[in-house]
């Protein structure tokens, strides 16, 4: 009986333990993920204060090329109106990096999840594997305990009928004693 409860602790521990380890993995790699969203969020509002700049400085420009082309003054208009071009071509390609940024991001979170569902599959996979072991090696342990019980019960029963007859027979001794 004392074997059975030893077994049974033995087997809830392994599966408290198995259970505690998996929901430590859990919440580290949910740290992770929030940590990458963070860095993902900042670099998405880096580049968008950078297209609101560029395009300010575009502006700027196109108003300093209004003012040159007002005055009447020539090497103030060209000057200007190279700085508005550059200021232009600036902010285009700001605006093409942000689209392409929104573009890899939405990448990257398609990908994160095909990664995350591997994952869990895994996950899920190797946990239903630890459980077979489990149950297998916890099967296994009652069958070796149901056995040595099994023949504990009938060595018990042996000795029992051993004494039984050894009584038995020093009872008719005693008696075919006590008649002489």
Same mark, same amino acid.
């Given at each position: 009986?004392k074997?059975?409860?030893l +077994? *049974?602790?033995? %087997?809830?521990?392994? =599966?408290?333990?198995?259970?505690?380890?998996?929901e430590?993995?859990?919440s580290?790699?949910v740290d992770? &993920?929030q940590?990458v969203? $963070?860095?993902?969020?900042?670099a998405?509002?880096?580049?968008?204060?950078a297209? $609101?700049?560029a395009r +300010?400085?575009?502006?700027?420009a196109?108003?300093?090329l209004d003012?040159?082309?007002?005055?009447?003054?020539?090497?103030? $208009?060209?000057k200007?109106? *190279?700085?508005?071009?550059?200021?232009?071509s600036?902010?285009?390609?700001?605006?093409?990096? +942000?689209?392409?940024?929104?573009e890899?991001?939405k990448?990257? +979170?398609?990908?994160?999840?095909?990664?995350?569902?591997?994952?869990?599959n895994? *996950?899920?996979?190797?946990?239903?594997?630890? &459980?077979?072991?489990v149950?297998d090696?916890?099967?296994?342990?009652?069958?070796d =305990?149901a056995?040595?019980?099994?023949?504990? %019960?009938?060595?018990?029963?042996d *000795?029992?009928?051993?004494?039984?007859?050894?009584?038995?027979?020093? &009872?008719?001794?005693?008696?075919?004693?006590?008649?002489?």
């Amino acid at each position: 009986m004392k074997k059975i409860a030893l +077994l *049974a602790v033995v %087997a809830g521990t392994l =599966v408290m333990s198995s259970c505690n380890n998996s929901e430590k993995k859990a919440s580290s790699e949910v740290d992770s &993920a929030q940590t990458v969203g $963070e860095h993902v969020d900042a670099a998405i509002a880096d580049l968008k204060n950078a297209e $609101e700049n560029a395009r +300010l400085k575009a502006e700027q420009a196109k108003k300093d090329l209004d003012e040159a082309i007002a005055k009447g003054d020539k090497a103030a $208009e060209e000057k200007a109106r *190279a700085a508005s071009e550059e200021a232009n071509s600036a902010w285009e390609k700001t605006k093409d990096a +942000l689209r392409n940024a929104g573009e890899d991001v939405k990448e990257g +979170l398609k990908d994160a999840k095909d990664a995350t569902v591997d994952a869990t599959n895994t *996950a899920v996979d190797k946990t239903k594997d630890a &459980a077979k072991d489990v149950a297998d090696g916890t099967k296994k342990v009652a069958n070796d =305990v149901a056995t040595g019980t099994k023949d504990a %019960a009938r060595d018990v029963k042996d *000795a029992s009928k051993k004494v039984g007859d050894d009584i038995s027979r020093k &009872a008719k001794n005693v008696g075919e004693a006590l008649k002489n």
